[in-house]
């Protein structure tokens, strides 16, 4: 979905855009940072993200009229930020609000990591682009699909997936690279086809696409600390786990062949789907 488009929508109809840049540090559309869009933006720190403090996140507020009311919820309830300005003569609780700071120490950890943010993104960016590079042919034999990156987008390296032909193939990728210490995952069930998706969710349709694409997303490993040999390891790995056609030596230094290979991707949107879906 493009951001421009859901500006305008919410342009048109008077709507605040509040953005999940949960992932989105350091990345940018159309050379404008991410988080910096929406009337507020979320940032998440978790673990699994590029930047992390273990747990937590950043509010973004880009909409000055909702700066007063977020610093007060922030301060659990009070005005008490207002009161060492000195803007207030006592503070005292005027709104709801909760505990949502983070320790010093763990302030102090994010810190690091966020003066660090342009090294962490161009490290994790070398890796994503060693994978995108090694699996070029998998794409031109139509064995596998890799990301799609629009040209007026940034991305930070978040991620590295390839989109396979079948379950069965990922499944088959997947035991081969635990079975050599790798650990790569799917990329989620779909929520509305989990447990609790099902009890306190509901779908307008049936979302077969999203299903049938999260049964055959292959998400790779993917840290600033990994080391290139150790990528270069994966790529191997799962080179030979789609068959002796494939191997690093003919991805890297031979000359393009086509093969008889006849695994074969599909986008998972038919022509039917799409009608189905307009
Ligand atoms: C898109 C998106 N939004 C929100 C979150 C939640 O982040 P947190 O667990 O830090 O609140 C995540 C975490 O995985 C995410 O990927």
Redesign the pocket.
């Known amino acids: 979905m493009e951001m421009d488009s859901i500006l305008d929508v919410a342009n048109q109809y008077g709507l605040y855009v509040i953005e999940?840049a949960?992932?989105g540090s350091f990345a940018t559309y159309k050379n404008k940072p991410l988080g910096a869009f929406g009337n507020m933006s979320?940032f998440?720190?978790?673990a699994?993200?590029n930047i992390v403090s273990g747990?937590?996140?950043a509010l973004v507020i880009n909409d000055p009229k909702l700066v007063e009311r977020a610093e007060i919820i922030w301060e659990k309830g009070t005005n008490r930020s207002q009161f060492f300005r000195g803007e207030v003569d006592k503070y005292t609780w005027v709104d709801v609000g909760s505990s949502f700071l983070p320790s010093e120490l763990m302030a102090a950890f994010l810190w690091s990591q966020l003066e660090l943010g342009e090294q962490i993104t161009q490290q994790r960016l070398k890796f994503w682009s060693r994978y995108h590079w090694a699996f070029t042919r998998l794409e031109f034999e139509q064995v596998a699909r890799r990301p799609l990156i629009p040209d007026h987008c940034q991305h930070n390296a978040h991620i590295y997936h390839l989109l396979l032909d079948s379950l069965e193939t990922r499944t088959a990728i997947l035991k081969h690279l635990k079975d050599n210490g790798v650990q790569a995952t799917f990329h989620y069930v779909p929520l509305h086809s989990s447990p609790a998706g099902l009890k306190y969710c509901r779908t307008s349709g049936d979302l077969s696409v999203t299903e049938d694409i999260s049964d055959r997303i292959l998400r790779l490993p993917m840290s600033a600390n990994m080391t290139m040999a150790e990528v270069d390891r994966i790529i191997a790995l799962v080179l030979e786990s789609l068959g002796s056609h494939y191997s690093v030596e003919k991805m890297f230094y031979q000359p393009y062949q086509k093969s008889t290979n006849s695994r074969k991707f599909h986008s998972g949107i038919t022509t039917e789907t799409r009608a189905s879906k307009v």
């Open positions: 999940d949960a992932q979320a998440s720190f978790h699994t993200k747990e937590g996140g």
